[in-house]
Structure formats: structure tokens, C-alpha cells
């Protein structure tokens, strides 16, 4: 892996829910030490790779390629290489108010297949980055901190019908569902069309702008809304939404549509 100084960047668009306000990346030859200070911020290190320990409250924790390390608001972060390895970290701090949930976690922990996986580099993202962000914040929450059943797949096609319901800010392929319930994805596809009169990718596509429409019902843009559902552009958020709409309308109407309807009512209210 190519070794690559590291930096942070600043960021804050006041998200409500989980609020990136730092992000970072970097690649550490063996013997460098990276120590970081977080202050009034939640914070999570991704280890792309390597292994060190974490030094927290006088106790060295191992770390390695694949788990995440969490950081409490006032933490100071230690740490060290492992060996004489190359190792690799990508960070985000972040507030919000479901932030402090992530404090019921332990201080290393296995992080989930697909993290980080849309994050090649945080330089290449420019304005969208806040939003990325977010979304991978939403899937740890979501992957982390939702209550999981016991993984005994019984019924294949409602799990498919759950897993979307968790993780439709992510990246979902039918061939990956497939793969972990065990059946082919031709059988698969069938078997969810059959129970819910609907094939599993426009079942992704309709949970997707559900979803959307809160974000878009809190003020967020189409831009943003696109980001933290789950879309690659805006342009197949707004195809898809419309699609999905009763009315057919795009994001801009709705969210228009939206504000007047409740801005009507509030003062229909006061009167």
C-alpha cells in the first residue's frame, strides 16, 4: 500500500442525526506513532489495514485489519504499530443526537462487511463527502446498535425484506443477498416476488425513497437526500422517486409540496 501522509479535514453541515465534523486517513510505516486528540466528539477509526494496539485509560487494546476502534468525547487516542507492518486508519468524529448511543459499544470492535466500501478516497468527493459520511455513520448505527435477531435464517425472503429495511443506505446487490441466504439469485428473486408481489430491486428503490422522504420532510436538498439513501447521483434519486411517488412527483415538488401543505395547516392552527 502506498504510504500517504496523513491529514484531516474539517467539515459541519449540522446533520441531526450523526454530524461528521472531522474526517481523516493515513498510512503509517512501523515505528510511526499517531496520537489525536477528539474533544467533544464521538470518533471511529477504521483500520484499512495492519495491526497496533490502542493505549485507553492505562490499558494497551490489540488492534487489527478490519475492526474499528471507538473513541469516547475527551478521549485522547494512542496509538502504536504492531511489528514492523505497515498500517493504515481512516477516522471520522462526528455529534449528532444519536452519537452518544455508539458509548454502549465496546472499545474495539469487528466492524461489519462493507464498511467504508464506497470511500475510496476522501479527497475525491468534494461537497458530497459530509453526506457519505453520514451514510456510513447510518449503517454503523444501524448495524451496530439496532437491536439483531438471532441469525437463523429460516425464512430467506423475509430476511432479504429486513436486511433492506437496515441497510438501505448501502450498496445492495442481489447476488450478495443470495450469497448469504444460501440460494441461487434467480430462486431467490422469484421467491420474493411471489410473497410480495414485487421484484428485490424495486424493493430496494421504494424502501430507499421512503426513507428519503424524512430527510427531505427536515429541509435536506435532493443532493444530500441522494447521498444518505443509498443513490450514486441525484438524477436516479429523483427517477427513482418518481416512480415511487402517488402522485409522481419528483423530490423538489414533494419536498415543496410538503412544506406548504404543513406551513397551511400550522396556520390554520394558530388561527
Not at 150 to 172: C, L
Not at 183 to 188: R, S
Not at 196 to 214: D, E, G
Not at 222 to 251: I, L, Q, W
Amino acid at each position: 500500500m502506498r504510504r500517504a501522509t496523513p491529514f484531516q479535514l474539517r467539515l459541519n453541515k449540522n446533520l441531526s442525526d450523526l454530524n461528521p465534523v472531522v474526517a481523516g486517513e493515513g498510512t503509517f510505516a512501523a515505528g510511526d506513532q499517531f496520537n489525536t486528540l477528539v474533544a467533544e466528539a464521538y470518533m471511529i477509526h477504521y483500520v484499512r489495514c495492519g495491526s497496533g494496539t490502542y493505549h485507553h485509560n492505562g490499558k494497551d487494546h490489540v488492534f487489527h485489519t478490519g475492526q474499528l476502534i471507538i473513541s469516547r468525547p475527551g478521549d485522547v487516542a494512542q496509538f502504536g504499530p504492531a511489528g514492523k507492518e505497515r498500517w493504515a486508519l481512516r477516522w471520522v468524529a462526528f455529534n449528532g443526537k444519536l452519537a452518544h448511543r455508539f458509548s454502549e459499544l465496546p472499545i474495539i470492535v469487528d466492524a461489519p462487511p462493507g464498511t467504508f466500501e464506497t470511500l475510496c478516497s476522501l479527497t475525491e468527493l468534494g461537497d458530497m463527502l459530509e453526506y457519505k459520511l453520514a451514510s456510513e455513520l447510518l449503517f454503523l448505527y444501524s448495524a451496530l446498535l439496532t437491536p439483531q435477531k438471532q441469525r437463523i435464517v429460516t425464512d430467506p425472503v423475509e430476511w432479504v425484506k429486513e436486511y433492506v429495511e437496515k441497510n438501505y443506505m448501502k450498496s445492495i446487490t442481489i447476488p450478495e443477498l443470495a450469497k448469504e441466504v444460501g440460494l441461487d439469485p434467480d430462486y431467490l428473486t422469484r421467491k420474493f416476488k411471489k410473497k410480495y408481489n414485487l421484484n428485490i430491486q424495486s424493493y430496494i428503490l421504494q424502501t430507499r425513497v421512503s426513507y428519503s422522504r424524512k430527510f427531505l420532510s427536515e429541509g435536506y436538498s435532493v443532493k444530500e437526500t441522494a447521498a444518505m439513501c443509498g443513490f450514486n447521483d441525484p438524477s436516479s434519486f429523483s427517477r427513482a422517486f418518481k416512480k415511487y411517488d402517488a402522485s409522481h412527483r419528483t423530490p423538489s415538488h414533494w419536498q415543496t409540496f410538503y412544506t406548504e401543505f404543513h406551513r397551511k395547516r400550522k396556520a390554520a392552527d394558530q388561527l
